[in-house]
């Protein structure tokens, strides 16, 4: 059953091709910079906007994380789209053919970087250590969460560092403390204990 996950991911590229199918190459070309920059932003925030959640709301340790990912990422995508918007009020025109063809590949790219970054996210949600019947987490060097890992790691430094401090972001270590966060959860709920135990794992 464990295809069903991959199944998922692939259902949301297609929906996420298919909201932006209609729209021109130059359109999907500034919404694929966007996100790609949104989700390296949140990426790279996420984790001291949780940390500031937490401290302000005392529990809901492990909901933090995926809260202020996806949230920090509809922040800066709305703000991306806002002010390229403003700039851009006119389509630069190409060829028919070309602004189809364009449009599809442009479409297909954010999809790409959309199921990326939503597999990456799931790291961090309340699940099991292992979900979706053994599909979550992928093994493979080549998921979509590892190539957003990798990528995320390349170029969270330097303008992307928050606070000054340079490559924040450890995708060498992410994988691993996520999952011993997940399983603690587990080894919580399977306790009944719920989702406030103590002794939650650091981010």
Request: with cysteine; glycine share 8%; charged share 10%.
């Amino acid at each position: 059953m464990s295809w069903i996950f991959p199944l998922l991911l692939f259902v949301v590229f297609i929906a996420v091709v298919l909201c932006l199918l209609a729209e021109s190459m130059w359109s999907n070309a500034i919404r694929f910079i966007n996100v790609v920059f949104a989700a390296l932003l949140a990426t790279n925030f996420w984790e001291p906007t949780a940390r500031l959640l937490e401290s302000a709301m005392k529990g809901g340790s492990y909901w933090w994380d995926i809260v202020a990912l996806w949230v920090l990422f509809a922040l800066f995508v709305t703000i991306l789209q806002t002010v390229t918007g403003a700039i851009s009020r006119v389509n630069v025109r190409f060829l028919a053919i070309a602004n189809k063809a364009g449009g599809i590949v442009f479409a297909c790219l954010t999809a790409v970087v959309f199921v990326c970054f939503a597999n990456f996210t799931l790291h961090t949600a309340p699940l099991a250590e292992k979900a979706f019947q053994g599909g979550f987490p992928s093994q493979s060097s080549m998921s979509p969460d590892r190539q957003w890992v990798r990528f995320a790691s390349l170029v969270s430094g330097g303008s992307l560092a928050h606070f000054g401090k340079v490559n924040q972001f450890n995708g060498a270590d992410f994988n691993s403390a996520y999952a011993k966060r997940r399983a603690t959860l587990q080894e919580q709920v399977e306790s009944n204990k719920g989702f406030g135990g103590d002794g939650t794992p650091a981010r």
